[in-house]
């Protein structure tokens, strides 16, 4: 994954449906905890700060434990 994103979308967390395209990272709108799933399943909470771009591709954003404001760029 070289090149830029050249699109995006507003992140609905969701505790049973994967994202619909994997993100090429995630920028937060507004600070909270974003509770991230891997492929293996195993999900971790981060503590972001609004402005952050983490450069993560998740399957799946919790609804449970999820409190930022997440967009995915892809």
Do not use: C, F
Not at 6 to 14: L, Q
Not at 30 to 52: P, S
């Amino acid at each position: 994954l070289t090149s830029p994103a050249v699109a995006h979308y507003t992140i609905t967390p969701s505790d049973a449906v994967d994202l619909p395209v994997r993100p090429r990272a995630i920028y937060v709108n507004a600070a909270g905890i974003a509770a991230l799933q891997d492929n293996d399943g195993e999900v971790v909470n981060y503590d972001v700060q609004a402005g952050a771009v983490l450069t993560l591709r998740p399957t799946r954003v919790l609804a449970t434990g999820t409190t930022a404001q997440l967009v995915a760029w892809y």
